[in-house]
């Protein structure tokens, strides 16, 4: 499928786009009021006071969830270097098996909210034992964001680099 949102051409591109080539910059920054409000709130959620392993396992459910190839290999990397194995992410891409009953809860978690928008109680206050208020904040709005972004990129088509 070809792009609806063409990536900015080289010569276009400006500050952070022109640093950082990737199509989900140069596409998003033909927007560029929005998309330097986008960098920052994506940047204090992707370096937020979440565990790196419990975002990473996030994302990924999250992309996952909403079949976005873009979002998932883009965060391969930064899972693996967030220390999850090769078997823990075949597992994030499938029903979980293996993992930790920490990790489940945050897949849970992404399920959940990916299927009805909402926690059930029962997630909540699981949620409630393993984070404190600013952590169950920040994973719900991780979450949401990431799921926003694979709609958005699935949406114009952003192309997987090569």
């Known amino acids: 499928m070809e792009p609806r949102v063409e990536p900015l051409p080289p010569a276009e591109r400006t500050g952070f786009a022109a640093k950082n080539p990737l199509n989900v910059f140069t596409t998003l920054a ?15 959620l992707l370096y937020g006071t979440l565990p790196a392993r419990d ?21 391969l990397r930064l899972a693996r270097e967030a ?3 090769e078997e823990e992410i075949s597992a994030v891409r499938h029903d979980g098996s293996g993992l930790t009953p920490g990790d489940l809860l945050i897949l849970r978690a992404a399920d959940e909210l990916h299927a009805d928008g909402d926690l059930t109680d029962e997630t909540w206050s699981a949620l409630c034992e393993r984070y404190d208020e600013t952590g169950r904040i920040e994973l719900v709005m991780l979450i949401a964001h990431y799921d926003m972004l694979s709609r958005v990129l699935t949406t114009f088509r952003v192309q997987l680099e090569r």
């Open 55 to 75: 975002r990473e396992l996030a994302i990924l459910r999250t992309a996952r969830n909403r079949a976005c190839a873009y979002e998932w290999a883009h965060h």
């Open 30 to 44: 033909r927007h560029p009021k929005l998309f330097e409000a986008w960098l920052g709130f994506g940047g204090a």
């Open 83 to 85: 220390g999850l194995s």
